[in-house]
């Protein structure tokens, strides 16, 4: 059963704008918190962006201002919007969710790949300079 959907991947200029989506289900969207992650070739997976249940955000230092999380509970789904883009933001995004996370883990979100059981299948970001 596919839980995570992500879309919006495509090209951009360097400057320009995309936007991501995650669908989830029900059953993911009630995790504690949702991510988004990326990855490029060669590198380790890293965190952009995190959203809790009560909407609270996080970015990682590179992103700030210029990428924003958003979620429409309606939907079941996460947004992340993506302006000012770089060539440095190529990689596969990936939206993540903490659902069934060790109780010994922190409750507060984090960019620790192993706390989040639930990936989507990714969507590639290509920016070109």
């Known amino acids: 059963q596919v839980q995570l959907v992500e879309s919006g991947g495509g090209s951009a200029q360097a400057g320009g704008s995309l936007k991501l989506s995650c669908a989830a289900s029900?059953?993911?969207?009630?995790?504690?918190?949702m991510a988004w992650f990326r990855q490029a070739p060669g590198k380790d997976r890293e965190g952009v962006a995190t959203?809790?249940?009560?909407?609270?955000?996080n970015y990682t230092d590179s992103v700030k201002g210029r990428f924003t999380l958003s979620k429409d509970d309606s939907k079941n789904t996460l947004f992340l919007e993506m302006n000012s883009l770089k060539p440095e933001d190529t990689a596969m995004y990936y939206c993540a969710a903490d659902r069934d996370k060790w109780i010994g883990y922190s409750a507060a979100c984090s960019y620790r790949v192993y706390e989040y059981n639930y990936w989507g299948q990714g969507t590639q970001v290509t920016v070109s300079s």
């Open positions: 029900e059953y993911m969207y009630g995790s504690s918190c």
């Open positions: 959203i809790g249940r009560d909407g609270s955000t």
